[in-house]
């Protein structure tokens, strides 16, 4: 496959994953599908507020993704020059898709913030119940019952942040292979001009 045809192979998913992490960082704000939450003070996961999916494995990934797809334009980054840019801006697109998945690893180990009781804590206050947990909460459902308002709230962020963390994964992978295409790209050329 040539360089430049490769390109566009990874900017297109890249594209579709950097959308997907925005809308998913954005969901995560509004809880049960409500505004006040984000309003309220402290009724917020913390993680949320790092904004890793909007800015690390969106905004990150979405500048590189165009750059990329341009290197397989023909009569416009399709040169030597262009893909050894693109390993610059795959790097960048890295250090996002990392910022993402850790702030999802983040936000799936301390579990979300919650009006809460148990048995231990018999009086319901606002927190993060599962923080000191690490993680073993995903597990055991039966505390999921522990999270009172928003209603649902354990199973929203579990499925949002898993998702995040596997579009993360996904976009590291995708400019990490670009880096070595654009590396390729510099030395061997785009192929894009046929001889």
């Given at each position: 496959m040539c360089t430049g045809a490769c390109s566009k192979f990874i900017a297109i998913p890249l594209y579709i994953l950097a959308l997907v992490s925005m809308i998913c960082n954005i969901i995560l704000f509004f809880p049960d599908f409500d505004t006040k939450y984000a309003a309220a003070?402290?009724?917020?996961?913390?993680?949320?507020?790092?904004?890793?999916g909007f800015i690390g494995g969106g905004v990150m990934v979405l500048i590189p993704a165009i750059h990329i797809h341009l290197t397989s334009a023909k009569n416009c980054c399709a040169n030597r020059c262009g893909m050894f840019l693109s390993i610059g801006f795959a790097a960048a697109g890295v250090l996002g898709a990392v910022y993402s998945l850790s702030?999802?690893?983040?936000?799936?180990?301390?579990?979300?913030t919650c009006f809460w009781s148990n048995l231990?804590?018999?009086?319901?206050?606002?927190?993060?119940?599962?923080?000191?947990?690490?993680?073993?909460?995903?597990?055991?459902?039966?505390?999921?019952?522990?999270?009172?308002?928003?209603?649902?709230v354990v199973e929203f962020n579990v499925g949002l942040f898993s998702t995040l963390l596997v579009a993360?994964?996904?976009?590291?992978?995708?400019?990490?292979?670009?880096?070595?295409?654009?590396l390729f790209g510099c030395i061997c050329g785009t192929c894009g001009q046929k001889e």
């Open positions: 003070e402290g009724q917020l996961t913390e993680e949320v507020k790092y904004m890793g702030t999802a690893s983040l936000g799936l180990a301390n579990g979300p231990q804590n018999p009086i319901p206050k606002w927190g993060a119940p599962f923080a000191n947990s690490s993680g073993s909460y995903l597990s055991d459902k039966a505390t999921w019952d522990w999270c009172k308002v928003p209603e649902n993360a994964c996904l976009e590291l992978a995708l400019c990490l292979i670009q880096m070595v295409n654009g």
